[in-house]
């Protein structure tokens, strides 16, 4: 099991396959919404992500059913992510601590400058960060 999701596993409280998951439908999501240059690299640096998005980049994309449908017109973007984690059997303060341990590893090996300039081109995400 790589670093990123042994430490999101542990500090959510959640099993190794389930923060996997989520980790791959977050980075999926930063991937499609986010600065495109900064999500590239962010996601480059920490060892194993690229594989989590790949194959976990068709979990979270647009569907959601009725009320991922309506997120969407309304603009999806964070609210549409919360949603589809919850529908994982995540909870809020679950998928707030995973935001922040994820974005912690990606600062670890990322820096700085690149986290934030990802979570910046992200409406809403910085509330959850």
Known sequence: MNELV???????????????????????????????GAVAQMIEAIPGATELVARFNGEGSGGGGLLGGLMASFGGGVMALGQQLMSQGLGMGEIT?????????????????????????????????
């Open 6 to 36: 042994s430490r999101v596993s542990e500090s959510v409280g959640i099993s190794p396959d389930l923060a996997e998951k989520a980790i791959g439908m977050m980075l999926g999501f930063l991937q499609r919404e986010a600065d495109d």
């Open 97 to 129: 601590s995973l935001a922040k341990e994820t974005m912690a590893v990606a600062r670890e090996h990322a820096g700085d400058e690149i986290v934030d300039k990802v979570i910046g081109s992200v409406p809403g995400l910085s509330q959850f960060v």
